[in-house]
C-alpha cells in the first residue's frame, strides 16, 4: 500500500502539480483520489490557483550582458577595491583602468574608495618606562679562573711560610720601635710592665709591621731595677703622632751599640726582663698618673687620659677646694654611706 | 631570550601596538591595560616565542585581550551607553581622516580590527589571518565590506557638506 493518507495526501498534490512526483507514485495519487472523490476538490482548486507570470521586458538588458569581459557593472567595486589593496593582477588593472574610461561616472567612486586608506596616526605609548625590564649582570665563573684565584692564594700562602722559616727569631735590637712620649718620673717604687692588652706595633726593616699583643705581667726584683733604669733611658725620640713613626737610622745604630754594651753588663737570668724592657714593653710606676707606652692609643684610652688630667689640674688648681669636691662627692658620699651601714 | 631583546621589542612595538588597542577600544586606561598585560604575558612566554614573529605574537595576544575585554563591556550594558548622535553623521568634520576615523568607530569590531591591522601595520592577509584567527577568505570579506562601508560614509558626508 501507499504512504498517501487522508492526512499528507496534499503535500503529494503540491508535488504532483510541480512535477516533483514520479510515474509510480502519480499512479497511487490516482489511485488515492478514486477512492477518496470527495478530496477530489482539492485536486481542482490547486489547478486554479495555480499563478502564471505576466509577460515582462527586462530594462536594460545588453549594458547588464557583460559575459566576455571580466568586470563589469556587478562587479566592478570589488575590482576598485582589489585595486586599492594592490591585488589584482597587472592585467586586471589595465582591464579596470579601461572599465573606468568607459565609464567615467565611477572614475570618482574609484577615487573615493581610496581615500578610505587609513593613515597611520603617531601614538605615543607613554608608560613605555614601565614595560622594560632590568638586566640582571651575571659573571660567568669558569674553571680556569677558578685554578687562577686557588693558585694566587697558594701563593701569597706559601710565600708567607717561606718569610716565617727565613726568619724563625725576630732580632728585636734590628727593629725600629717607635715609643711615645715617656715622662718623667720622681720615684720608682715598683716595676710594673703596662702594656697589658695593649697593641705595641714594631716597625722593622723591610718588613711590615708587627702587632703583639703581651699579656704578661712581670715584676722584676730589686737589682732588676738598675738595669731596667738603663733600659729606659735609651734614647727615645719624643713622638707627637701616637700610631708610630719610624725612627730616625742614626737613632738606631745608636741604641744597637747602647745594647751591646748592655748585654754585657747583663747576667743571663735577667736577659728576658730586659729585653722586653728593650723593646717597647713600658714600665710604669705606682706614683704615675699618665699611661707613658702606647703604640697604638685607642679612643678609650685617650679619653681617659684626658680625664685624668683634667682632673688632676683641676685639683691642683683648685687646691684644698678641688680635694674637698672630691672627697663631698656623690660617689664619696655613697661609699661612706654603704660603710656605716 | 635576554632581557636587552625583550626591552628592544617593547622598544619597537609598544607604541603601534597601544595605537591599535587604542584605536579599537577608544579607552586611554584600558589601551595602557592592554599593552601592559599583553607585554607580561609576552615576557613569561618569552622562551617560546619566535623571534621572527614577535611582533605578530604581541598583536594576536592584544587582540584576544581586546576582544575578551570588548565582550565583557557589552556583557555589562555599556552597549546601551552609546547614544543616537553616534549614529548620525556629523558635519563638523574639517578633516578627511577625521571623518574616516569617525567612520572607523562605526565599523563592527572585528572589520574595525582587520583594517586598522591592514592599514596602520600593513600587515597581509594571512598575518591577519594568524592574528585574529579568521580564515584568510574571511579577512578579505570584512576588509572588503569594511571598505564599502567607509566609501558609503565619506560619500554621505560629502552629500550633507
Known amino acids: 500500500m501507499s504512504g498517501i493518507t487522508r492526512y499528507n495526501y496534499e503535500a503529494y498534490l503540491l508535488d504532483y502539480l510541480e512535477q516533483n512526483l514520479s510515474a509510480e507514485q502519480i499512479l497511487e495519487l490516482t489511485l488515492f483520489f478514486e477512492i477518496h472523490p470527495e478530496l477530489s476538490e482539492d485536486l481542482e482548486a490547486f489547478e486554479i490557483h495555480e499563478l502564471i507570470p505576466p509577460k515582462m521586458e527586462l530594462m536594460n538588458k545588453t549594458e547588464l550582458k557583460n559575459e566576455e569581459e571580466l568586470i563589469s557593472l556587478f562587479n566592478y567595486e570589488d575590482f576598485l577595491i582589489a585595486e586599492i589593496e594592490a591585488l589584482n593582477p597587472a592585467e586586471t588593472s589595465k582591464e579596470l583602468l579601461l572599465f573606468l574610461k568607459k565609464n567615467p561616472r565611477l572614475y570618482k567612486e574609484y577615487v573615493t574608495y581610496q581615500q578610505t586608506k587609513l593613515l597611520a596616526s603617531t601614538v605615543f605609548f607613554e608608560a613605555k618606562e614601565t614595560l622594560f625590564k632590568k638586566e640582571r649582570k651575571v659573571i660567568p665563573l669558569y674553571w680556569w679562573s677558578s685554578v687562577a684565584a686557588a693558585t694566587l692564594v697558594a701563593f701569597f700562602w706559601l710565600q708567607g711560610r717561606n718569610d716565617v722559616v727565613e726568619n724563625p727569631y725576630i732580632s728585636f735590637a734590628n727593629m725600629e720601635v717607635a715609643l711615645p712620649e715617656i715622662e718623667q718620673k720622681e720615684t720608682l717604687k715598683s716595676a710594673r710592665i703596662e702594656s697589658e692588652n695593649k697593641e705595641i706595633t714594631f716597625a722593622k726593616k723591610h718588613s711590615p709591621p708587627v702587632a703583639i699583643a703581651l699579656k704578661k705581667k712581670i715584676v722584676p726584683s730589686a737589682p732588676e731595677k738598675g738595669l731596667k733604669e738603663k733600659a729606659l733611658e735609651e734614647p727615645v725620640p719624643n713622638q707627637q703622632d701616637i700610631t708610630g713613626v719610624l725612627l730616625a737610622e742614626a737613632s738606631i745604630e745608636k741604641k744597637n751599640e747602647e745594647d751591646a754594651i748592655s748585654k754585657e753588663l747583663i747576667p743571663e737570668d735577667q736577659e728576658d726582663a730586659v729585653l722586653l724592657a728593650e723593646n717597647n714593653v713600658v714600665i710604669t710606676y705606682e706614683d704615675e698618673v699618665s699611661v707613658p707606652v702606647k703604640k697604638k692609643m685607642t679612643k678609650l684610652t685617650m679619653i681617659r687620659k684626658v680625664i685624668k688630667q683634667q682632673v688632676k689640674a683641676k685639683l691642683f688648681d683648685r687646691g684644698r677646694e678641688g680635694i674637698l669636691l672630691v672627697v663631698n662627692s656623690k660617689p664619696a658620699n655613697f661609699i661612706r654611706g654603704k660603710n656605716k651601714k | ?161
Open chain 2, 1 to 161: 631570550m635576554t632581557v636587552s631583546e625583550y626591552n628592544h621589542s617593547v622598544e619597537c612595538y609598544s607604541d603601534n601596538l597601544y595605537r591599535f588597542v587604542l584605536k579599537n577600544c577608544k579607552d586611554i586606561n584600558k589601551a595602557k591595560d592592554i599593552v601592559q598585560d599583553t607585554f607580561l604575558k609576552f615576557w613569561e612566554k618569552r622562551d617560546t616565542v619566535d623571534p621572527l614573529k614577535i611582533k605578530s605574537y604581541l598583536f594576536t595576544t592584544a587582540y584576544h585581550t581586546l576582544i575578551d575585554v570588548v565582550r565583557r563591556e557589552k556583557k555589562q550594558g555599556s552597549f546601551s551607553e552609546v547614544t543616537e548622535e553616534s549614529y548620525s553623521i556629523s558635519s563638523e568634520y574639517s578633516d578627511l581622516q577625521e571623518v574616516l576615523h569617525q567612520a572607523l568607530d562605526k565599523l563592527p569590531d572585528d572589520q574595525k580590527a582587520v583594517i586598522l591591522l591592514r592599514d596602520y601595520e600593513g600587515y597581509a592577509y594571512h598575518e591577519i589571518s594568524e592574528i585574529t584567527g579568521m580564515t584568510e577568505s574571511q579577512v578579505k570579506v570584512y576588509i572588503f565590506r569594511g571598505r564599502k562601508f567607509l566609501k558609503n560614509y565619506l560619500v554621505s558626508v560629502e552629500a550633507i557638506i
